[in-house]
């Protein structure tokens, strides 16, 4: 079973630049998260989708942040424009309802703001 | 709002000791409670899930257990090997969360010395 993909990897811009990351949940996965985890952290939601309507985004920085999740199915978060205090790592995680279950994280991406 | 802590951030042992890691929360309306291993670059893998009706739940090696009264959980780990090195993190999903999202604590750094 293949997991969840995120794109990039890693990315490096400077601030005021924007920069979008890309996610491909669990196949089957209703519910999608957005994390951001600061170093040193635990990861904080940024916004939780089910299917493609969004469950939580009361800590996502609206001014800046946004994301979708199209089709129920793949989602991008974007960050418009960046600040230095944007450097952290953004992890998507799937999993199959809201309750609460066994979450299934990707990789991340490591960003940057110089 | 919930919080979570984890004491001490880091831990270093020898290996083959056994060893607790500590987790607690302040809501007592917590809906379940998972431990998460993060290594370096990677994203969060699921250790276990323990349901607020249960006490413990056991993998292996590990044991975590969850006492919803004294707002704590602890995640045993037998045997330690340096394979075993990596943050433990847990995070907690409370009840009275609107779409019960988990509020994760900032993770304990284990390092196993062989």
């Known amino acids: 079973e293949a997991g969840v993909a995120q794109s990039p990897r890693y990315k490096i811009i400077e601030k005021r630049q924007s920069v979008a990351f890309w996610c491909n949940p669990i196949?089957?996965?209703?519910?999608l998260y957005w994390y951001q985890q600061i170093l040193g952290q635990g990861p904080k939601l940024l916004i939780q989708?089910?299917?493609?309507?969004?469950?939580?985004d009361s800590q996502l920085p609206k001014d800046r942040f946004s994301a979708e999740r199209l089709k129920g199915v793949d989602s991008t978060l974007k960050i418009q424009p960046a600040k230095l205090e944007d450097s952290a790592v953004y992890l998507c995680?799937?999993?199959?309802?809201?309750?609460?279950?066994?979450?299934?994280f990707g990789s991340g991406t490591q960003l940057s703001v110089l | 709002k919930q919080e979570v802590t984890q004491i001490p951030a880091a831990l270093s042992v020898p290996e083959g000791e056994n060893l607790v890691l500590n987790c607690s929360f302040t809501?007592?309306?917590?809906?379940?409670l998972q431990w998460f291993r993060q290594d370096p670059g990677k994203g969060l893998t699921s250790l276990l899930l323990?349901?607020?009706?249960?006490r413990e739940q056991t993998s292996g090696r590990l044991n975590a257990s969850l006492d919803k009264s004294s707002g704590r959980s602890t995640l045993y780990i037998a045997a330690s090997q340096p394979g075993d090195s990596a943050t433990y993190l847990c995070?907690?999903?409370?009840?009275?969360?609107?779409?019960?999202?988990?509020?994760f604590g900032s993770g304990t750094q284990l390092t196993v010395l062989p």
């Open positions: 989708f089910q299917n493609n309507g969004v469950v939580d």
């Open positions: 323990i349901q607020s009706s249960q």
């Open positions: 995680a799937s999993s199959l309802d809201p309750g609460g279950r066994k979450l299934f």
């Open positions: 809501d007592s309306a917590i809906y379940n």
């Open positions: 995070a907690g999903s409370f009840s009275s969360g609107s779409a019960r999202q988990l509020t």
């Open positions: 196949s089957g996965h209703a519910t």
